[in-house]
């Protein structure tokens, strides 16, 4: 049972990071303007520094979790990110009073709370701590390939989600 539990949080927390790599290659530009709209690095310099190491953790954690490897490094690190993700959201929430984020691209539903959803992932990290596990590399090479293919079946539910609202904008 442990395995198990173990499996179903790193799966979660797989797709969720490869999701968000995913959208934020895909508009690099805007996840630069992003980072900038949170005022906490002015020089585009920085800017496009810190995009690149916040895709470099994402993409890590994304194959950490994938392959379930890097026990208890993994969820530490994971949880710090979040920690950090969450301070500069309630600090540009104070000086902007925005309250989404664009974390996850088009997906909308995961950005419309990122503090409630940060708060989800480090309760299914405390989680995934607690729980044993054993590393097989058969098994981690798989899950890493459902992990992608989770990740490409919720963009393609995405794009037709957004190609009916398209639609039907177009006949109002």
Known sequence: MSETIALICDMIIAVLFFTSFYAKIGEIEGFKYEIYSYQVVRSMKLVQLAAYAVLTAEG?????????????????????????????????????????????G??????????????AIILILLVDLLVTRSTNIFLA?????????????????????????EHYDSMV
Request: with cysteine.
């Open 60 to 104: 890590i954690l994304f194959v950490s979790f994938a392959a379930g490897i890097l026990d208890g490094f993994k969820e530490w690190a994971c949880i710090l990110l979040m920690l950090f993700f969450s301070v500069f959201t309630i600090r540009k929430r104070m000086r902007t009073g925005v309250t989404t984020c664009a974390c996850f």
């Open 106 to 119: 088009e997906m909308k539903w995961l950005n419309r709370t990122p503090i409630m959803r940060n708060i």
């Open 141 to 165: 090479t798989n899950l890493i390939l459902l992990t992608v293919s989770i990740g490409f079946v919720m963009e393609l539910a995405r794009m037709k989600f957004n190609e009916k609202r």
